[in-house]
């Protein structure tokens, strides 16, 4: 990743993050939203294949955020995906119920062999429902406790979850940054 400051190219490594869950819980909105590539959620599902690689700047640290895709056919590219990641969000549908199969099996396939520490993981809980959002009843796998679980909505309506889900993020970022 390279940056010009004042007429000057400096490289900077980027912090990679990837973004898991299963199909349709949101993962490829909110990455356009953390990254800035548009934050309008549309009703169009459209499958990703493999993964999508997003770049942006966070607090002067570069981030590539990896939007992989949910289905299971692409499992045989997650080696790739894995390589030098350096934190992951794990997205369920908040909708759903009995979510902790679905996070134990992302946090067994990807955060063990990476040897991840709980400080570079993020929880969104994520719902498409603008008139009630969240239950905010949550409890997650005892893998990911005090793993910081943030309750997103990317509606313009949901202001606060929009602004605690860059907050998360940023700090996600920081603690990534220092380390």
């Not at 997003?54 to 992989?68: H, I, P, R, S």
């Not at 350096?86 to 908040?94: E, L, P």
């Amino acid at each position: 990743y390279q940056r010009r400051v004042h007429g000057e190219i400096h490289r900077m490594t980027a912090k990679k993050i990837l973004v898991l869950g299963q199909a349709r819980t949101g993962k490829t909105v909110i990455s356009n939203f953390l990254c800035k590539w548009g934050d309008v959620p549309t009703l169009d599902y459209r499958p990703t294949a493999g993964c999508r690689i997003l770049e942006t700047e966070v607090g002067g640290c570069a981030v590539e955020l990896w939007d992989c895709s949910g289905d299971k056919r692409y499992e045989v590219g997650w080696p790739a995906m894995m390589k030098d990641a350096k934190g992951i969000i794990f997205v369920f549908n908040a909708e759903q119920r009995n979510t902790d199969p679905v996070l134990e099996g992302w946090f067994r396939s990807f955060a063990v062999p990476l040897n991840l520490q709980p400080d570079t993981f993020l929880v969104f809980a994520h719902s498409q429902n603008t008139q009630h959002p969240h239950s905010g009843r949550y409890t997650l796998p005892r893998q990911l406790q005090g793993v910081p679980l943030v309750e997103t909505c990317l509606d313009a309506s949901c202001e606060a979850e929009r602004a605690r889900m860059m907050a998360a993020f940023s700090e996600l970022v920081s603690r990534l940054a220092a380390s």
